[in-house]
């Protein structure tokens, strides 16, 4: 129940194209959903994050889709360029927790 | 932009052995994390230390494991006696506060144990 599945496991899309990750959940108490992004060699860093009570967040090329009913929540990188190959996790938590439960990890590759 | 600092970035031992990983967190920050990433795995969560205490650890954070914050500056990981399976790459992540929900990670410290 502590799980957060990802998929894709890796992802190839050509530049200028959108790129979407996707994640489910089963734990209904998680209330935070964060999304970082990896590059080699580097910790993960936060790139965007949404909570529970919006369904939609969008900070410049990145949204975040939520859909609570059916406990899913998705990436999506529009006009995807060659410096966003990274791996991407999707995790979550819940409150008064202080831990975040990571997906396996998404591997984009966006060809020039 | 700040940084949290790991060293060594990479280190080798002998099954057996102890290692203390180290970190230094972003210096107005208050929680620090241990998680660790085993090769083509997932991130998974050790523990959670405020206010120089452990305030969370997962069931991976058995008894071989210890966390310390010596000094103003350090936070540090000690695996006591190491197993093969001790083997991942192991982030020092910080925040500055409990509401605050952006996590800095570290660039990770790669363990291999043989």
């Known amino acids: 129940q502590q799980q957060v599945k990802q998929s894709p496991q890796s992802l190839i899309v050509q530049k200028g194209g959108i790129s979407i990750i996707n994640c489910a959940y089963e734990?209904?108490?998680?209330?935070?959903f964060p999304w970082y992004q990896q590059f080699p060699g580097k910790g993960p860093a936060l790139l965007i994050a949404?909570?529970?009570?919006?369904s939609e967040k969008k900070e410049g090329r990145f949204t975040i889709s939520f859909n609570k009913s059916a406990k899913q929540f998705s990436l999506h990188i529009m006009d995807s360029q060659p410096g966003d190959s990274a791996t991407y996790f999707c995790a979550a938590s819940q409150g008064g927790s202080e831990k975040l439960v990571f997906g396996k990890g998404t591997k984009l590759t966006v060809n020039p | 932009e700040p940084e949290v600092t790991q060293t060594p970035s990479h280190q080798v031992t002998q099954m057996g052995q102890e290692v203390i990983l180290r970190c230094v967190p972003i210096?107005?920050?208050?929680?620090f994390y241990w998680y660790r990433q085993i090769l083509g795995q997932k991130v998974e969560f050790l523990v959670s230390?405020?206010?120089?205490?452990?305030?969370?650890k997962s069931e991976i954070f058995d008894d071989q494991f210890s966390v310390e914050r010596p000094d103003g500056s350090n936070f540090t990981l000690k695996i006591r006696s190491t197993k093969l399976e001790d083997s991942a790459m192991y982030f020092c992540?910080?925040?500055?506060?409990?509401?605050?929900?952006?996590?800095?990670f570290g660039s990770g410290t790669q363990l291999s144990v043989l």
């Open positions: 992540a910080s925040k500055r506060g409990r509401s605050v929900e952006k996590l800095f």
């Open positions: 949404i909570r529970p009570d919006v």
């Open positions: 210096s107005n920050h208050l929680y």
């Open positions: 230390f405020y206010n120089n205490e452990i305030s969370e």
């Open positions: 734990n209904t108490a998680f209330d935070y």
